[in-house]
Each structure stands twice: as structure tokens, then as C-alpha cells.
């Protein structure tokens, strides 16, 4: 697992996101395999991933996985501890969406006419984001931000005959500590 | 000092102490074969890869150890799945080394090529795809560790044939490096003295104990804080054995075929002392109804147990062997009197177990044969301390009710997977990591007839393994629910007595068959199976086709629904 990869559903209701979901970050060792593992273990065990993104960490001999799961499917406790039990997983913290900066990307293309490109290329300008291909009668646009933000956007898009739509799934990290320096609990439960 | 990938593995096998594997070569694994030759480990030829893996198992049931078992690629790593799929649900410590095609043709389908360690995710606790031999010796050294530590499992390592052969510079790692990997082995303090705090208030404690007793080697602990206690202990099809049942104490199996009061004295508890036990489906019944009174205190040594399926009010994860003497001790400060505070109940559970013991009633004119008799006549001409390994299905809870289990790890069975087929192998892998002990393999003809060509394996290696067919000539537990919940519409369940021919076929493989038809001829035989140690022996024991597993909880319902008998089945 030496690449980045995302998985997020398509065109899913996104409303209720934070009462349904959690956000779990997982330490891993970059080692080959171990996002099949993850997958495996939750497809084995029932539980449903909403959106999932790994990517290696500063340190090379590691990967951190962002997973969003859906509780519903089965406690997180639950799904934490099987987590665990993962040979190369070294430490789960659940992430408090209140407690956390998150990040998403969106990547979009859409057909554009004469009459509605100036007003598309507002509507990014607005949110912050960036016009990053220009075809003859498309734009890609881009946009980083928080997961609501970006629905904001993408709903804004809606208007305008989509091509392609792509998000890269949150990526997240505890807010830092004003006060003083302090790092992200590990959930209890080692492997056995 | 040079050597190569297979060098390297043999020399890797050594060093963890392996004494046998049980195995069959093919392509992708043939540079291991050789080395081997020359090592001091006994390789043992099965005649078909899932043999090798519930061989390698039955050894690992008997003697603590890691078993191990070594095949080639594809479909020889496909056919090991089954036993590794078994082992994990029963928590047998397992080393399975499968050949893979060379590290350039994986991914191109090539002869032989299956995704081993993609197959085998979910029923290994890891594996390992070697892709350089300077791995080797470390990845061994992780994948014993890993199997024998925390809560035990099976392992895989799949070894390309490029990689075996290349040349490698030999060390021996010092430790193990797993920085994911750190089994909680002492107990939460705080917990132990919640739990002694519980158990010295309770009135109807039932000690509910699973197969992570025989696992960690706590049966003596076990005995030790029964007895203080004079708590009754209830134990699981795969604890059997774990707490002696000639003990006043041992209530037996609880669960689907547990006897009335083991099932009934779980029911009415108000605290269960639950020690390595899953509750597991088979044992609850319908969870929302099982042991509704009672508090729970859960002690696991793997975390993902706890609150699994039942939220415990003391939770501890941790080693049995290091956990159940702190509890004794925890409780010993407490100075309850507690076997007086539960005389009422132990009082309680002496009337049930008088009312409702296990029955079944043999025609003293020896027609038809019941299977049950069968068992305790092996029983009471066997040695005490006699092996007893079963397959899955009727057979298997009779054994499990009717045989005294009162010395650990003497029972084998396929608990949590339900591996029809799993007697034969386990029973010789047994053997050869029990030779001074009687092996008995109590088996059912629908099971025989899976995996009875390792008894070729077992006659050709010397294994004199001994082989009980209770054969009703049905799929025998498939034919009762037919019976019971299908109307008497029996699909698909027909075996035929004398298709095959046990005795002939037993011959064949170069066993001793005989058959018995009738309950007089039943000491006989025994004793003639008992007097034969040079080669393996099979009785057919023609057994009645209607005898049924009682008492029976039917699926779905809960325990308090207990069926006790067949009497009792027409009433309703």
C-alpha cells in the first residue's frame, strides 16, 4: 500500500452524515496488503464503510487509514476491537468530528455553455476554489473542505449538467490542544 | 553461512521445535521436500491436503503445540482452507506452509496459481507471502509467535518457488518485532476485585467455561476456584475436559444438546463466570431469552469477545492462567463462606440432575443397536485417559454426553466450524502427538466417508488410531431435523448401511474392519479393536437409524424451551 486511494459512495444522501458515521483514524504498518485486510474485515464482519482514504504518513514505515464507518451496521466498539486484532494495525483513534479538522477534495466536470461559464467560475471563485482544466465546453473545477462545505458545492453544481463528479472520502486530525501539547487517545484493546 | 529459501525454511522449522509436519508435495513446493530429507523433523504424507490440516490440528488439540502442515500451491492450498477455516473458529494454534508459484508469474494465472494469502485472510489470524529468502527465518519466528500467543490461531506462509530457492545469508532473529501485535495477558486489577465482589454476593453462580481454559492451560486454576468456590462449572463442547466430569461440581454440557440441568442451571443464574467461553449461538439459543437473571462477568483474552454478543458487567481481558488464580485469590480475601451461601442451589441443581440425566434405552434383545450404548461400553473398556475424537453431527454429542471427559484436552471435536470429516485426520494427528494414548475416533458414516483415505496415511506411517463408525446409514442430525421440523420429509439424507462396504474398505486401507449388528457382540469387538497396536482399526457399528439427540433446544427458541426427550417431543 504505497499509493492513495479513496472510496466514496456515490451520490448518497449525505444528510445525517454525522449522527450515523464516525470517523476512525488507523495507524497501519505500509506494508502490502493491509488495505485488503481492512476491506476484508469489514465486508467479513458486516460492517458497512462509508468513506475510506489512505495514504502514507511522515514516517514511511506507515500509513494512516481514514475510515468513516457507519454504526448502524454494528457498534464501533465492536468494529474498533476487530480492528485491533489486525497484525498490522497499531493504533485507532475515533475522531470527534467536533474535536477535528477535516478535509475533503472534490474534483468536478462540468458542461458549460457560454451563457453559464462566467457564472460557474463565480460560483468556485465564492467557495474558495479553483478552475484546474479548461476543455472547449467543460471545466474542471476544483475544491478543498470541510465534507459540509463540499456539499454545499456540490449541490450548487447540481444546476449545471454534470460529467463527472469525484470526492476523495475525509481525512482528518485532532484538533490541536491549546493549552497544552497532547496527542490522539488510542482506543483500548490490543490485539490477541 | 549460505543458505537457500527451502534450507532456510527447514532450518526455521527446527529452530521453533517442530518435530512433524504433515504434509503432501507438489510443484511450487518441491525445493522444500528436499532439505527436508536431511532434517530431523518427521514428515508425514497425508493422502489429501485438508488431512494434512486437520491432522496438524488434532496434534495442536493434544499437545498444546503448534501443529503444522505444509502443501503445495493452488489447489493444495484451496484444499487446506476447510482446516484453517476450522482452526480458527476453534482457536488451534496452526502453522500451514503453502507452496506459490515464482514471485514473476503471481497475478499472471499460472499453472497452478491460486491468490493463497488473499483466500485465507479471513480464516488465518495473519499470513505472510515471502517475496525474499533473507524473510524466511523472521517471518517463521513471527508466524509462531503469532499462532501461539494472545488468543491462538491459525497462521499461513506462502513461499514462492523462486524465493526457496534463492540463496540467503542465515540468521536467527533474537525476538519477535510486532508493533502491532501486543496480547493483554494480566487482568485489570480494579475488574478482578469487581468480579470476586460479584461472585461473593451471588446465589446461583454458574461457572460458564469455553475452550480458552484448555487453550491457556488453566485447567488446574480452573479446579482450584471451582473448589474453593463450590461453584457449579458448566462446560462447552470445547471444554470438554477442562473440569473433570466425575467432579460433584461439573454440571456438563450446556447448550442446543446440553443435558436439562447444565442448560436449566444457566437459565436461572443470577451470575455466570464466564471463563473463555464466546457465547456462542449453539450455547444461548435465542440470545434475548439466554440466562435472563443473570449478571455476567467475562474474562477473554481476546477483547473483540467482550460484548460481542452479551454485555458482561465485569469485563477482563486477559490470560486464564494468570486471571483465575487472581480471582481465587480476590475472593479468599472477601472470607465468604461461600459453599454455604450456595448450598440452596447446589441443592437445587441435585434434584434436576436426579429428574432429568441423560437417557436412552437399549433392548436387552441387543436390536437395534443404540449409539449410545456404543459409546459407553468404548468408554468403560478404554483407558481414562483415552483420546476421543469425533466428527460433526449426531455422533459428536452423544460422545460429548456420554463419555466421561476427566483429563484435559482428551476430547478433539470441530466445535465452531462444524467440519463434517474432521475425526480421521485430528484422530491420527492425535495420535502421533500422543502415541503412549489411546486414540479413539467415534465417527459418524456420513463424516467417514469425506476423509477415510487418511487411514491409508495412518496404516502406511504406523499410526494404530482406533475408529468407532456409529453408522445409522443416514446424514444422521440433518435426518432428525428433517424428522422434527420438516414433517418427515426426508430430502437427500439417505446413506445406505453397506454402501460402502466399511469392513471391506477399512481392509483395503490396511485396517482391521470389523462390523457389529447387535449390542451383544459390542464387547467383542472392543476388545478385539483394543487388543490390535500395530495398525488401525474400524468398527461398523450398525446403530438404530431413529435414535435421536436429546435433550434438544430447537433452533431459534430459547433455553428455557428445552426439549428432554423423545416422550416429551410427542406430547407437543
Not at chain 1, 22 to 35: D, R, Y
Not at chain 2, 554 to 565: F, Y
Request: with cysteine; hydrophobic share 40%.
Amino acid at each position: 500500500m504505497t499509493f492513495s486511494s479513496s472510496v466514496v459512495p456515490m451520490g448518497g444522501n449525505r444528510t445525517n452524515l454525522e449522527a450515523k458515521h464516525h470517523v476512525l483514524s488507523v495507524l497501519v504498518e505500509n506494508k502490502s496488503g493491509v488495505l485488503a485486510r481492512i476491506a476484508q474485515l469489514f465486508s467479513r464482519r458486516g460492517y458497512n464503510i462509508y468513506s475510506l482514504s489512505v495514504a502514507p504518513t511522515e514516517d514511511e514505515r506507515f500509513s494512516r487509514v481514514t475510515i468513516v464507518v457507519d454504526v448502524e451496521s454494528a457498534p464501533l466498539e465492536q468494529i474498533t476491537k476487530q480492528l485491533h486484532k489486525l497484525i498490522n494495525v497499531l493504533k485507532i483513534s475515533e475522531i470527534n468530528a467536533a474535536q477535528a479538522v477535516e478535509y475533503e477534495l472534490l474534483m468536478g466536470s462540468i458542461s458549460t455553455s457560454s451563457e453559464t461559464r462566467s457564472e460557474l467560475i463565480e460560483l468556485v471563485r465564492i467557495f474558495d476554489g479553483k478552475i484546474v482544466d479548461v476543455g472547449f465546453d467543460k471545466l474542471t473545477v476544483m475544491l478543498a473542505g470541510s465534507p459540509k462545505m463540499l456539499d454545499d458545492f456540490e449541490a450548487l453544481l447540481g444546476a449545471y449538467p454534470i460529467v463527472e463528479i469525484q470526492r476523495t472520502g475525509r481525512v482528518a486530525l485532532q484538533k490541536l490542544d491549546r493549552s497544552a501539547p497532547t496527542r490522539a487517545r488510542s482506543k483500548s484493546g490490543k490485539a490477541s | 553461512m549460505q543458505l537457500t529459501g527451502a534450507q532456510a525454511l527447514i532450518k526455521s522449522l527446527e529452530m521453533e521445535q517442530v518435530e512433524v509436519i504433515f504434509g503432501l508435495p507438489g510443484g511450487a513446493i518441491l525445493p522444500v521436500y528436499d532439505p527436508l530429507l536431511d532434517s530431523t523433523i518427521r514428515h508425514i504424507l497425508v493422502r489429501h491436503e485438508q488431512g494434512a490440516g486437520h491432522a496438524a490440528e488434532g496434534y495442536a488439540h493434544v499437545t498444546g503445540r503448534p501443529g503444522v502442515a505444509m502443501v503445495t500451491s493452488g489447489p493444495a492450498a484451496t484444499n487446506i482452507v476447510t482446516a484453517l477455516a476450522d482452526a480458527y473458529m476453534d482457536s488451534i494454534p496452526l502453522v500451514v506452509i503453502t507452496g506459490q508459484v515464482g514471485t514473476s508469474l503471481i497475478g499472471t494465472d499460472a499453472f497452478q496459481e491460486a491468490d493463497t494469502t488473499g483466500i485465507t485472510m479471513s480464516v488465518t489470524k495473519h499470513n505472510w507471502l515471502i517475496t525474499d529468502a533473507s524473510q524466511i527465518p523472521t517471518v517463521v519466528r513471527e508466524a509462531f509467535h503469532v499462532a501461539t500467543t494472545g488468543r491462538p490461531g491459525p497462521v499461513l506462509i506462502d513461499l514462492p518457488k523462486d524465493v526457496s530457492n534463492q540463496a540467503m545469508e542465515w540468521y536467527w532473529p533474537e525476538s519477535v518485532d510486532l508493533p502491532g501485535y501486543k496480547p493483554t495477558l494480566k487482568g485489570h486489577p480494579k475488574m478482578i476485585q469487581e468480579a470476586a465482589k460479584l461472585i461473593s454476593k451471588s446465589l446461583r453462580p454458574v461457572l460458564y467455561v469455553g475452550g480458552g481454559v484448555l487453550r491457556a492451560g488453566a485447567t488446574k486454576e480452573l479446579l482450584a476456584l471451582a473448589e474453593h468456590c463450590g461453584i457449579p462449572v458448566v462446560t462447552t463442547l470445547m471444554a470438554r475436559g477442562a473440569f473433570p466430569d466425575d467432579n460433584p461440581l461439573c454440571l456438563g454440557m450446556p447448550g442446543m444438546h446440553g443435558n436439562y440441568t447444565a442448560v436449566t442451571s444457566m437459565q436461572k443464574s443470577d451470575l455466570l463466570i464466564t471463563l473463555g467461553a464466546r457465547f456462542d449461538d449453539r450455547v444461548t439459543g435465542n440470545v434475548a431469552g439466554f440466562a435472563p437473571y443473570a449478571k455476567v462477568i467475562h474474562v477473554d483474552i481476546d477483547p473483540a469477545e467482550l460484548g460481542k454478543i452479551r454485555n458482561p458487567d465485569v469485563p477482563i481481558v486477559g490470560d486464564l492462567k494468570l486471571v483465575i488464580p487472581e480471582l481465587t485469590r480476590e475472593i479468599k480475601k472477601l472470607k465468604v463462606d461461600l459453599k454455604s451461601q450456595l448450598e440452596p442451589w447446589i441443592a437445587e441443581l441435585d434434584t434436576w440432575r436426579e429428574k432429568y440425566p441423560l437417557s436412552y434405552n437399549q433392548d436387552p434383545g441387543g436390536r437395534p443397536l443404540k449409539p449410545q450404548y456404543v459409546i459407553e461400553r468404548l468408554r468403560q473398556m478404554a483407558p481414562p485417559d483415552t483420546i476421543v475424537v469425533s466428527g460433526v453431527g449426531q455422533h459428536q454429542m452423544w460422545a460429548s454426553q456420554f463419555w466421561k471427559f476427566n483429563h484435559p484436552n482428551t476430547w478433539v471435536n470441530s466445535g465452531g466450524l462444524g467440519t463434517m470429516g474432521f475425526a480421521v485426520p485430528a484422530a491420527l494427528g492425535a495420535k502421533v502427538g500422543r502415541p503412549d494414548k489411546v486414540v479413539w475416533a467415534i465417527d459418524g458414516d456420513g463424516c467417514f466417508q469425506m476423509t477415510a483415505q487418511e487411514l491409508v496415511t495412518a496404516t502406511a506411517e504406523r499410526i494404530p488410531i482406533k475408529v468407532a463408525i456409529l453408522n445409522n446409514a443416514y446424514l444422521g442430525m440433518v435426518r432428525q431435523w428433517q424428522e422434527m421440523f420438516y414433517d418427515q420429509r426426508y430430502s437427500e439424507v439417505y446413506l445406505s448401511p453397506d454402501l460402502p462396504d466399511y469392513v471391506k474398505w477399512a481392509e483395503a486401507m490396511g485396517c482391521v474392519g470389523i462390523r457389529v449388528d447387535s449390542a451383544d457382540e459390542v464387547e467383542v469387538a472392543i476388545e478385539k479393536a483394543n487388543s490390535i497396536n500395530d495398525r488401525p482399526v474400524v468398527i461398523d457399528f450398525r446403530t438404530d437409524t431413529w435414535e435421536k439427540v436429546f435433550p434438544m433446544v430447537p433452533a431459534g427458541k430459547t433455553n428455557d424451551e428445552i426439549v428432554i426427550g423423545p416422550q416429551e417431543m410427542e406430547r407437543k
